[in-house]
């Protein structure tokens, strides 16, 4: 397919030219080349850069700290109620706020990778790759099975987690093996993909509004049409402000589920 | 023969191409209509029960992950076939 826009593009006119998907998603390394473990790309800068941003907010939000928040303290004190009453509370309860911190740095490491997506000049969601991603989800999935073998004991978690209670005996094999697979199989598979997918879907949606606009206004075939992507594409951008937000959310949130359903067991 | 094969090489790019194409709209469907019920339910809720509206929204969210989680394995699939 790409060979065929490719070879329209090489006629006179009218071909629309789709970079080619690698040139969308792989950065090459622009610092510490060669060395296995310090090179950087554009990637790695944006996992440093959404490492240490939430660091600089709150360390700032702690050295001004007031008792009537201003400035940065707002965003850090609502953010961190918001984790608190939004993700925590609604799936743990009171005694989920240990793991408060592990949620809140999971929180804002997702959305600062992702809402690079739709910074100027940036404009790359580091989580459309499938690293870190594929990295958090195995991370959730340790601390979560370690909370139940913690709480509950190894063996007891064990039963717990794969036979549901109150299931008929002859049922019993099937469902004990949906239910291991779905929880210690599906469960970091489909959480690792959600974000990537998202992230990527996000990505290749506004590349493509831009490579449209780009050609229409270039080539300047029909006045007309030059405003209908555009203000598509301006769409797109507020509307993946929101991906971005909510899939940092909902991975959270995923993750405090998980983690509640470790360490409360169904009856 | 090699020209045979040429082509054969071809048809099976675009049959590729068809397949994936083919894949991502089917694993569209269910997704689709499960996140419409799944969204149609909480603003019933939510409308019969103001009150309670904050946890119908998170328990809505919840759903939608779950439920969208079979289209996002579809686009994936797509990519797949049509970059890898």
């Known amino acids: 397919m790409n060979q065929l826009l490719a070879a329209g593009d090489g006629g006179s006119s009218g071909g629309l030219h789709f970079p080619a998907i690698e040139s969308l998603l792989e950065w090459p390394g622009f610092l510490f080349e060669g060395n296995t473990f310090l090179e950087l790309n554009k990637v790695g800068v944006i996992y440093l850069f959404a490492m ?122 099937l469902v004990a093996i949906i239910e291991f697979v779905s929880t210690f199989l599906v469960r970091p598979f489909s959480l690792a993909v959600r974000l990537f997918a998202n992230m990527l879907a996000g990505h290749l949606l506004l590349v493509t509004f831009a490579v449209l606009c780009e050609n229409l206004w270039a080539k300047n075939i029909l006045v007309s049409i030059i405003w209908a992507p555009f203000v598509v594409l301006i769409g797109l951008t507020g509307f993946e402000i929101l991906v971005a937000f909510l899939q940092a959310f909902i991975f959270t949130i995923l993750t405090a589920v998980y983690i509640g359903g470790a360490l409360h067991p169904e009856h | ?77 797509f990519i797949l076939l049509n970059f890898a």
């Open chain 1, 52 to 173: 240490a941003a939430p660091l600089v907010i709150f360390t700032l939000a702690i050295r001004k700290s007031a008792l009537v928040p201003r400035g940065v303290q707002t965003v850090a004190e609502s953010s961190v109620d918001f984790v608190r009453e939004n993700i925590v509370m609604q799936t743990m309860g009171p005694d989920g706020m240990k793991f408060m911190p592990f949620l809140l740095s999971l929180f804002f490491f997702i959305f600062f990778a992702n809402i690079t997506e739709v910074i100027p000049f940036i404009q790359f969601p580091a989580n459309s790759r499938m690293a870190a991603p594929a990295f958090l989800a195995i991370l959730v999935w340790v601390v979560f099975n370690a909370v139940g073998i913690k709480s509950q004991g190894f063996f007891s978690y064990f039963k717990n987690t794969v036979i549901p209670p109150g299931v008929p005996g002859a049922l019993l094999p």
């Open chain 2, 1 to 77: 023969m090699i020209d045979l094969l040429a082509a054969a090489d071809e048809a099976l790019d675009g049959l590729k191409a068809v397949g994936a194409g083919l894949g991502y709209g089917l694993a569209a469907i269910g997704p689709g209509v499960g996140i419409g019920l799944v969204v149609g339910n909480a603003i019933t809720a939510m409308a019969r029960q103001p009150e309670s509206a904050g946890m119908v929204r998170t328990t809505m969210f919840l759903g939608i992950a779950f439920t969208e989680a079979l289209a996002l394995i579809g686009f994936v699939v």
